[in-house]
């Protein structure tokens, strides 16, 4: 119920005046049945103009630490990650990934529409990075189509880091859904998961226009900033 309030009601309407969506190609996602929306990560704001946008409820997953903050900010993250459907995955552990992998397809099993970031953080830079084979996973152990999703300018939106959003419009782009049937019963092989991932990198790459970068973006956040190497001398 909060969801469809949020959406109709308390949120979802002053957002639409506000940042006036601009989007192409919506009919892409089915009315019904199971789909996977597979998106670029560009700002914290992806996960709120994805569910506003879509007719359907769209369920991602993230981190149980969002629903366990203390005091008022504690209290206000959890009731906005519940409003917009957002189920919590304890991420701690090898089994995280599954962990989340099986709620998803909970939902996809259920008829639902399953949000997911393929390359499993927000980009660093804008580009688009290296996908995350779960995204093949969850394609292939439930069958449902994967619709690109690819968000336009929502690092310059709301860049990492900043709180209060720019005014301008969003520009989000649906691609037509991906179809990997062919693929069928082949879940858990490496190689094909691996192909899955990078078609739909591919075609997220051509709808966002945004560089692409083969390494993961977790691996660049994660490593240590360069410093200046000492000038080596200079023989006379």
Same mark, same amino acid.
């Given at each position: ?16 005046? !506000? ?6 190609? %919506? ?7 199971p789909v996977i929306l597979a998106s670029n ?10 569910? %506003? !946008? ?45 962990a989340a992998l099986d709620t998803q397809l ?45 968000? %336009? ?10 709180? !209060? ?54 691996? %660049? ?16």
């Amino acid at each position: 119920m909060l969801y469809w309030l949020l959406k109709y009601v308390l949120l979802g309407p002053l957002l639409r005046l !506000i940042f006036r969506p601009r989007v192409e190609g %919506l009919h892409h996602v089915p009315a019904t049945g199971p789909v996977i929306l597979a998106s670029n990560h560009l700002s914290f704001s992806d996960s709120i103009f994805t569910p %506003l !946008i879509v007719p359907r409820k769209v369920t991602f997953v993230a981190k149980a630490e969002y629903f366990t903050g203390k005091g008022v900010k504690g209290w206000l993250t959890k009731m906005f990650f519940t409003g917009t459907g957002t189920i919590p995955v304890d991420r701690s552990g090898g089994r995280a990934a599954r962990a989340a992998l099986d709620t998803q397809l909970t939902v996809l099993r259920s008829g639902g529409v399953a949000g997911i970031y393929p390359e499993g953080t927000r980009s660093p830079d804008g580009r688009l990075y290296r996908g995350k084979t779960g995204v093949a996973r969850l394609a292939l152990e439930s069958g449902a189509p994967v619709v690109p999703v690819a968000m %336009l300018n929502l690092d310059e939106i709301q860049p990492p880091g900043q709180l !209060i959003p720019n005014l301008a419009r969003v520009r989000i782009r649906f691609g037509p859904p991906l179809d990997f049937s062919r693929y069928a019963g082949l879940a858990g092989d490496r190689f094909v998961e691996r192909a899955v991932t990078d078609e739909i990198m591919y075609e997220l790459m051509e709808l966002s226009g945004r560089e692409y970068v083969d390494v993961y973006a977790q691996q %660049l956040k994660t490593q240590p900033t360069p410093t200046t190497a000492p000038a080596t001398p200079v023989a006379a």
